[in-house]
């Protein structure tokens, strides 16, 4: 890849904003680092505002952006939103998926996204027969992130049973391998790419027999791959796993190795505080995705005390009611402050770790998330003179960037060391709305 320099106007270095700084880039990755350029050099790419390292969606459910707008009418819990959502699932093809997947992702550039964990587990044609190429899904999305510009993480996951000791129903027959063997075989013919890394996932503990954890477990182990679950995002898997196994889908987990440093539970909403020291102290990560747990009705998970008991905090947009992960930084703190009538839980740094260094290496990419010599070439910058974000010292960037601004003030994002997004316009997919609707349409 060719090398390039780019200048920042105010560069985010972890702890603080850094006026003047080149970056620059080849390979793919910055090569070096330099403070004090006040005025951009003859030649630089010229990033004017607060560029921050890339950003890293950790959870993503890519067709759940058909759902946008269409189930806030009506009331009901997660499970009645599950209906609808098993009815766009029963529509997907490796094309249409392709297509959904390609605009999805292309807002997600937009939004300053520049790695996606993508949460997979709609494998199959109809009634679980696997497609010519038993991976058509899954390299449908990995070839979207590709042509959208972004970088991906594939959580294959196995999801083998509708709940505790229950056959899958009609709508996940097409999630099935039928055991966790067959989708740790099917896995392994999935092969990364500069832009793609392959990683597992268990559904839930539901979806999952216990007797097979291990398996998926042992698959991710042997590859050292990020291994992702969903984790007591209901009340009510906690209380079908207690009346199936007699403890907490938590300590079910650790029972059967799937806790430790790779993992990431997802949600981690109602959890015992033996959960959260089980979690906490075997470094499990948790990643939060607020903007989806206060729409589907979720609660409030214990984010704060996770993090205290050494859990790693990260960030997705999961069902992508919005696409927005400054705003899924900013829920979490507030999220906080609102069940706790007190402020200041997470710094903006904080914050921004999330959604940055910690949020890649829960998606296997150890290597990004900083601005610093030999990591990726990945940067997000925010604008700091729109309607929401002038006003403040350029000082404070980053209170102003997790505080104030959304995804319509990312300018530009580089993936790579190419510029994905260039003004708030997408370099690569020339009408990313259009494309979006024109995907939705298509599964309606
Ligand atoms: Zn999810």
Avoid at 99 to 120: D, K, N, P, Q, S
Avoid at 157 to 171: E, I, K, M, Q, V
Avoid at 220 to 249: K, Y
Avoid at 292 to 316: H, K, M, N, V
Wanted: proline letters at 5%.
């Amino acid at each position: 890849m060719t090398k390039a320099t780019y200048w920042l106007e105010h560069a985010w270095l972890g702890d603080r904003v850094e006026p003047g700084v080149l970056v620059e880039t080849g390979d793919g990755r910055i090569g070096a680092v330099r403070t004090g350029a006040s005025v951009p050099p003859p030649g630089a790419e010229v990033l004017r505002g607060l560029t921050l390292p890339g950003l890293a969606n950790a959870h993503s459910h890519a067709f759940h952006r058909a759902l946008r707008g269409t189930v806030q009418i009506g009331s009901g819990t997660f499970w009645t939103w599950r209906e609808v959502m098993y009815s766009v699932a029963d529509r997907l093809t490796p094309d249409t998926y392709h297509a959904l997947a390609r605009a999805v992702y292309a807002e997600m550039a937009l939004a300053g996204i520049t790695c996606v964990g993508e949460f997979h587990y709609v494998h199959h044609a109809h009634g679980g027969t696997p497609y010519a190429d038993p991976n058509a899904m899954g390299e449908a999305l990995i070839a979207a992130a590709a042509e959208a510009g972004i970088r991906i993480t594939l959580l294959d996951t196995c999801y083998l049973s509708a709940g505790f000791g229950r056959a899958p129903d009609t709508h996940q027959l097409r999630f099935s391998d039928g055991s966790a063997e067959a989708w740790a075989e099917r896995c392994a013919a999935l092969k990364e790419r500069d832009h793609a890394r392959i990683g597992a996932a268990i559904h839930s503990v539901r979806a999952v027999p216990a007797d097979q954890l291990a398996t998926v477990a042992h698959w991710a182990e042997e590859r050292r791959a990020p291994l992702h679950v969903h984790l007591s995002e209901q009340t009510a898997e906690n209380d079908a796993c207690l009346a199936a196994h007699g403890r907490t889908p938590a300590r079910l987990l650790a029972d059967h190795g799937v806790l430790g440093p790779r993992t990431t539970g997802v949600h981690n909403t109602h959890l015992t505080d033996e959960d959260i020291a089980l979690l906490g102290g075997s470094r499990t990560g948790t990643c939060m995705c607020p903007t989806t747990e206060r729409d589907l009705a979720d609660g409030i998970g214990p984010a704060a005390a996770l993090q205290r008991a050494g859990s790693p905090l990260s960030l997705g947009s999961d069902s992508h009611a919005v696409i927005d992960l400054l705003e899924e930084a900013r829920a979490m703190e507030l999220n906080e402050r609102l069940r706790t009538r007190t402020r200041g839980h997470w710094t903006a740094a904080a914050l921004l770790r999330a959604a940055t260094a910690d949020g890649h290496a829960a998606l296997g990419w150890d290597e990004a998330g900083r601005i610093e010599p030999g990591a990726l070439a990945d940067l997000t910058t925010i604008a700091l003179d729109s309607v929401r974000t002038a006003g403040p010292e350029p000082r404070l960037g980053a209170e102003t960037a997790v505080f104030a601004a959304g995804a319509a003030d990312v300018r530009h994002t580089v993936v790579g060391g190419r510029r994905i997004v260039r003004d708030g316009a997408h370099t690569l997919v020339p009408d990313v709305p259009r494309a979006l609707a024109a995907a939705v349409e298509a599964l309606r």
